[in-house]
């Protein structure tokens, strides 16, 4: 009378190691779009990261100078709720839903819009929350949205560089070199603007609605 073979005996540590990677998510290393998902998600973020900061901006000095009823700016009691919680809760949000719920395809590309957005919301006010306080119009806002941007700018056509061309590093080149002109011609206006503008925007802060 014949048996049947026993299967040998595994570790315990060694029962995820044989499992089938047959549910590998879209954008994992396993995957081999993943550098075009990747670039393509990060142009994603990146608009709607720019369009929502900008017309928060947009929004928030019409309301202060009087050209949106002051009841758009959210109170709770009396308290100002500024939009940076809105960002903080889309963010949230969105990082349990990529995280719990994997997404693919259409769904993965609303939530990296809508992580964009959350992201605006609330780098847009990185100067109050960093210091706890003081005025809208703080300069560490305006350079953490700057370095997102550019953040999002490498991850989104940083890794196509090194496809590129001879004539389309000398015409990058040669537009670095003329931004740079350009930029030292501007220096005077943008200290002037600096010099008239912002006090403006302090004021118009001060005495809009709170």
Same mark, same amino acid.
């Given at each position: 009378?014949?048996?049947?073979?026993?299967?040998?005996?595994?570790?315990?540590?060694?029962?995820?190691?044989?499992?089938?990677?047959?549910?590998?998510?879209?954008?994992?290393?396993?995957?081999?779009?993943?550098?075009? @998902?990747?670039?393509?998600?990060?142009?994603?973020?990146?608009?709607?990261?720019?369009?929502?900061?900008?017309?928060?901006?947009?929004?928030?000095?019409?309301?202060?100078?009087?050209?949106?009823?002051?009841? @758009?700016?959210?109170?709770?009691?009396?308290?100002?709720?500024?939009?940076?919680?809105?960002?903080?809760? =889309?963010?949230?949000?969105?990082?349990?839903?990529?995280?719990?719920?994997?997404?693919?395809?259409?769904?993965?590309?609303?939530?990296?819009?809508?992580?964009?957005?959350?992201?605006?919301?609330?780098?847009?006010?990185?100067?109050?929350?960093?210091?706890?306080?003081?005025?809208?119009?703080?300069?560490?806002?305006?350079?953490?949205?700057?370095?997102?941007?550019?953040?999002?700018?490498?991850?989104?056509?940083?890794?196509?560089?090194?496809?590129?061309?001879?004539?389309?590093?000398?015409?990058?080149?040669?537009?670095?070199?003329?931004?740079?002109?350009?930029?030292? =011609?501007l220096k005077d206006s943008m200290k002037w603007?600096?010099?008239?503008?912002?006090?403006? =925007?302090?004021?118009?802060?001060?005495?809009?609605?709170?």
């Open positions: 009378m014949s048996t049947a073979p026993v299967p040998p005996a595994h570790d315990a540590s060694d029962l995820g190691d044989n499992l089938p990677e047959s549910n590998s998510w879209p954008g994992s290393a396993s995957d081999p779009t993943d550098a075009a @998902l990747k670039h393509r998600l990060a142009r994603l973020v990146l608009v709607t990261f720019v369009f929502t900061f900008v017309i928060a901006r947009i929004l928030v000095i019409f309301i202060m100078a009087g050209k949106l009823p002051p009841e @758009l700016f959210f109170h709770v009691k009396g308290t100002h709720v500024h939009h940076l919680n809105y960002g903080i809760f =889309l963010l949230s949000l969105t990082g349990g839903y990529l995280i719990f719920a994997r997404p693919v395809g259409k769904r993965l590309s609303a939530a990296a819009a809508v992580y964009g957005v959350g992201l605006a919301l609330t780098f847009d006010e990185f100067g109050m929350w960093l210091h706890l306080g003081g005025p809208y119009w703080q300069r560490a806002s305006f350079d953490a949205v700057v370095t997102i941007a550019s953040l999002l700018l490498l991850i989104a056509y940083g890794s196509t560089i090194r496809h590129w061309r001879p004539h389309h590093r000398i015409t990058v080149a040669a537009m670095v070199i003329v931004l740079c002109l350009f930029g030292w =011609l603007a600096n010099e008239s503008m912002v006090p403006r =925007l302090y004021h118009l802060e001060i005495n809009g609605p709170s």
